[in-house]
């Protein structure tokens, strides 16, 4: 058997190299992981990975990291769990937090407008395909679509997000469960309904954005966000732009062109928000809360995470919850469309972009790079 040191820098520039060159998002993440601990090391089965990623997609957080952190977990142990983790994050963070850098100094550069003008509109394309591809899968019911369709209402009319999200999960759960509802349904409903009451019922004394209110903010998108990172947004939209004003909505769309053209998770978007916040500190306190929960749910969940997708009532609380996350998705694409599409030929770039994805599928790197040009032919122009 190998010694533990040498599995540890396996895991690491394994990891390190899919945090740097992992465009793409997160389905691309786990494709490039699966080719190197599958099939060209041979760490893992073909079947031990699917059941990691099946882990994976049953709690909270960036799927793709917490794929990462498992076969760190399954291959070292604890510190394997934390090496794999640091490695695949860390290259996206140290990119951000240089593109955070650039944008606070040059941000209002009549170049960097003109380059915004053509990336928004390719951004909502992006979000509204990943919206419907979600939806496609997620929607299994009539009740799972009124469920997504209620928390888009919802989000409009200004609701909370986790309270949002915690009825989501008790509605499906009790109507799966309604021949046998009773102690156990209580059991399920409570967890979530304290969840929703901690995380988004209690008035805030203040709306100073120190470092421990930031820390706590991005912990709790960690501890509720499931899967994408296009869910993460709606969080930010309601929590950072409408309720607390810490970031203009302007600078969440800058924030997820930025997530889009960096490699690695695309859970980094809060690096460049807790830069943009409170400087190097904020993106550090930001990018700790945000992931700390990831590894915390890997560590100590990997025991029960398989029994949570084969019980009738959590099983059903998780498909609830993800179909409620995909209605805040919608909410929160159609706030930002707003500054988006400003003109006709915005509208035109972006419903190009939405063809483009729908057709063929490219990476959004490419998109994005498109509407740079895009921007840029427009200042020139006017």
Not at 102 to 129: F, K, N, W
Not at 218 to 239: I, M, N, Q, R
């Given at each position: 058997?190998?010694?533990?040191?040498?599995?540890?820098?396996e895991?690491?520039?394994?990891f390190?190299k899919?945090?740097?060159?992992g465009?793409?998002?997160?389905?691309?993440?786990i494709?490039?992981?699966?080719?190197?601990?599958?099939?060209?090391?041979?760490?893992?089965?073909?079947?031990?990975?699917?059941?990691l990623?099946?882990?994976?997609?049953?709690?909270p957080?960036?799927?793709?990291?917490?794929?990462a952190?498992?076969?760190?977990?399954?291959?070292?142990?604890?510190?394997?769990?934390?090496?794999?983790?640091?490695?695949f994050?860390?290259?996206?963070?140290?990119i951000?937090l240089?593109?955070?850098?650039l944008?606070?100094?040059?941000?209002?550069?009549?170049?960097?407008?003109?380059?915004?003008?053509?990336?928004?509109?390719?951004?909502?394309?992006?979000i509204?395909?990943?919206v419907?591809g979600?939806l496609?899968t997620a929607?299994?019911s009539i009740?799972?679509?009124?469920i997504?369709?209620?928390?888009?209402?919802?989000?409009?009319?200004?609701?909370?997000?986790?309270?949002i999200?915690?009825?989501?999960?008790?509605?499906?759960?009790?109507?799966?469960?309604?021949?046998?509802?009773?102690r156990?349904?209580?059991?399920?409903?409570?967890?979530l309904?304290v969840?929703g009451?901690?995380?988004g019922?209690?008035e805030r004394?203040?709306?100073?954005?120190?470092?421990?209110?930031?820390?706590?903010?991005?912990?709790?998108f960690?501890?509720?966000?499931?899967?994408?990172?296009?869910?993460?947004?709606?969080?930010?939209?309601?929590?950072l732009?409408?309720?607390?004003?810490?970031?203009?909505?302007?600078?969440?769309?800058?924030?997820?062109?930025?997530?889009?053209?960096?490699?690695?998770?695309?859970?980094?978007?809060?690096?460049?928000?807790?830069?943009?916040?409170?400087?190097?500190?904020?993106?550090?306190?930001?990018?700790?809360?945000?992931f700390?929960p990831?590894?915390?749910f890997?560590?100590?969940?990997?025991?029960?995470v398989?029994?949570?997708?084969?019980?009738?009532?959590?099983?059903?609380a998780?498909?609830?919850?993800?179909a409620?996350?995909?209605?805040?998705?919608?909410?929160?694409t159609?706030?930002?469309a707003?500054?988006?599409f400003?003109?006709?030929?915005?509208?035109?770039?972006?419903?190009?972009?939405?063809?483009?994805?729908?057709?063929?599928?490219?990476?959004?790197?490419?998109?994005?790079?498109?509407?740079c040009?895009?921007?840029?032919?427009?200042?020139?122009?006017?």
């Amino acid at each position: 058997m190998q010694p533990a040191k040498g599995r540890l820098r396996e895991l690491a520039g394994v990891f390190l190299k899919l945090g740097t060159i992992g465009f793409g998002g997160p389905a691309a993440h786990i494709a490039m992981t699966r080719e190197e601990v599958v099939h060209r090391r041979e760490w893992l089965t073909e079947q031990q990975f699917l059941d990691l990623l099946g882990a994976s997609n049953v709690v909270p957080g960036p799927t793709s990291t917490e794929v990462a952190i498992h076969v760190g977990a399954e291959r070292a142990g604890w510190r394997g769990l934390l090496v794999a983790g640091a490695c695949f994050i860390a290259p996206a963070f140290v990119i951000v937090l240089g593109l955070a850098w650039l944008y606070e100094r040059y941000g209002t550069d009549p170049a960097a407008v003109d380059l915004r003008y053509g990336i928004l509109p390719v951004i909502i394309a992006i979000i509204a395909h990943a919206v419907v591809g979600l939806l496609k899968t997620a929607v299994k019911s009539i009740l799972l679509g009124l469920i997504a369709a209620g928390a888009f209402a919802a989000f409009l009319l200004e609701l909370n997000e986790i309270l949002i999200l915690a009825a989501g999960g008790i509605l499906a759960t009790v109507w799966a469960n309604r021949a046998r509802i009773g102690r156990g349904t209580a059991s399920l409903a409570a967890p979530l309904l304290v969840l929703g009451a901690a995380f988004g019922g209690a008035e805030r004394e203040t709306n100073d954005p120190t470092l421990v209110r930031l820390f706590l903010e991005f912990l709790k998108f960690g501890v509720v966000v499931f899967g994408s990172g296009y869910v993460l947004v709606a969080f930010l939209e309601g929590d950072l732009v409408e309720a607390n004003h810490w970031i203009t909505r302007q600078q969440l769309l800058d924030a997820i062109a930025v997530g889009q053209v960096t490699p690695g998770p695309v859970f980094t978007t809060a690096t460049f928000v807790g830069f943009q916040i409170d400087g190097f500190a904020g993106a550090l306190v930001a990018t700790l809360g945000i992931f700390l929960p990831a590894f915390a749910f890997v560590g100590l969940l990997r025991p029960i995470v398989r029994w949570a997708r084969r019980s009738p009532w959590a099983g059903a609380a998780l498909d609830g919850i993800t179909a409620a996350a995909l209605g805040l998705m919608a909410g929160v694409t159609v706030l930002l469309a707003d500054d988006a599409f400003p003109d006709v030929l915005t509208v035109v770039v972006g419903v190009i972009a939405l063809g483009v994805l729908l057709r063929w599928r490219p990476n959004p790197a490419w998109l994005v790079a498109g509407g740079c040009i895009v921007g840029l032919a427009h200042g020139l122009a006017t």
